[in-house]
């Protein structure tokens, strides 16, 4: 079974220009999530989707990030423009469904930022 | 409102010792709780989980974890460490009945010495 994809791997920009990561989830998975993970913390949730329709954003910074899910399968996170705090790892997982069942949630290998 | 407390950023033990990762939780309704491990520059992998039912969770590479909701710690163990366990270790929390998000621990590296 193929796993969480994540693309680009890695990815250095100057302050102010704009960024853009894909996703693609576990097939069949109707939850993906978008997490930051900053150098020697824990992932921080930005915005979790069911299905096409977004569940929770309370911590996505709204005015430089946004992130869609066409289709309810592929998602796109971007960053315009982006502040040299963006430098982290944006790592992408899903779900079958919602953790409140106990489902595992699956993580891609990230994306990592660099703002210079 | 959840959170998770790891004790400890850094654990260093020898190999063949004991391993023993500390994570404390607060969550106001029945806790799911989650270990992750991470390898550098890769992606989180679960370990185990707990949902209901028994409180000691065995998972995988020889790990195990038991919820005690008395002390609310779901404190990670190893009977002996491997080389290959270097990594770090995430603890993570939700709640029956919420969004299913995880809150993730701040981390604590393992250092596994020769």
């Known amino acids: 079974e193929a796993g969480v994809a994540q693309s680009p791997r890695y990815k250095i920009i100057e302050k102010r220009q704009s960024v853009a990561f894909w996703c693609n989830p576990i097939?069949?998975?109707?939850?993906l999530y978008w997490y930051q993970q900053i150098l020697g913390q824990g992932p921080k949730l930005l915005i979790q989707f069911q299905n096409n329709g977004v569940v929770d954003d309370s911590q996505l910074p709204k005015d430089r990030f946004s992130a869609e899910r066409l289709k309810g399968v592929d998602s796109t996170l971007k960053i315009q423009p982006a502040k040299l705090e963006d430098s982290a790892v944006y790592l992408c997982?899903?779900?079958?469904?919602?953790?409140?069942?106990?489902?595992?949630?699956?993580f891609g290998e990230g994306s990592w930022l660099t703002v210079v | 409102a959840q959170s998770v407390t790891q004790l400890g950023s850094h654990v260093s033990v020898s190999e063949g010792a004991l391993v023993l990762l500390r994570c404390n939780y607060s969550s106001s309704v029945p806790p799911y709780l989650f270990w992750y491990v991470q390898y550098p520059n890769q992606g989180l992998q679960l370990l185990l989980k707990y949902t209901t039912g028994a409180t000691l969770v065995k998972g995988i590479n020889g790990f195990e974890a038991e919820f005690k909701k008395s002390e609310t710690s779901f404190h990670l163990t190893k009977p002996s460490a491997h080389m290959s366990d270097a990594a770090e270790y995430f603890c993570a929390v939700t709640g029956s009945g919420n969004t299913g998000k995880l809150i993730f621990g701040q981390g604590t590296t393992l250092q596994v010495k020769p």
């Open positions: 997982a899903s779900s079958l469904e919602t953790s409140s069942s106990g489902n595992t949630i699956y």
């Open positions: 097939s069949g998975h109707a939850t």
